[in-house]
């Protein structure tokens, strides 16, 4: 059974460095990927259904094209429900300017709400280097 859930991620703008990690340490299997205007297409997944803590594999990297919104995409195969907590930080410097986003994704795809299964986490840079 395929449920997935896509979530708008705010405030990327063009020209964005984007990077992505995820893990899990469920008895599922999963696909995560971000859709949008991008300059190469980012999909991370797991193939083993394993409680292990295992990272998902895949294309982890891209740059924001254009004003589209850009969405999250999770797809956990043979979960029995999906419950999503998401927080954003916005990483400043010094002098208060902004300088990027960091998006945490913790995710539930069964009914223990331990909030565990999955996390992913999204890092946007505004600017290279």
């Known amino acids: 059974m ?12 063009d020209g ?3 990077y992505i990690n ?11 990927a971000l859709e949008g205007n991008l300059t190469e297409p980012i999909r991370l997944s797991k ?5 292990e ?9 891209s740059q924001k094209r254009g004003n589209e919104p850009l969405f999250l ?9 999906m419950k999503v907590f998401k927080s954003a930080v916005i990483m400043s410097d010094f002098d208060g300017k902004e300088k990027g986003l960091n998006f945490s994704f913790n995710i539930e795809d ?3 709400n331990d909030f565990n299964d999955y996390y ?10």
Do not use: Y
Request: charged share 20%.
């Open 2 to 13: 395929s449920n997935p859930r896509k979530i708008e991620l705010e405030h990327v703008k």
């Open 16 to 18: 964005d460095i984007i």
């Open 22 to 32: 995820a893990c899990s340490q469920c008895a599922s299997t999963a696909t995560i």
């Open 47 to 51: 193939e083993m259904n394993s409680c």
């Open 53 to 61: 803590l295992l990272p998902l594999k895949g294309n982890f990297k």
């Open 73 to 81: 995409v999770i797809d956990i195969k043979n979960a029995n429900s």
């Open 110 to 112: 069964a009914g223990d």
């Open 120 to 129: 992913v986490n999204v890092v946007v840079w505004h600017q290279r280097g």
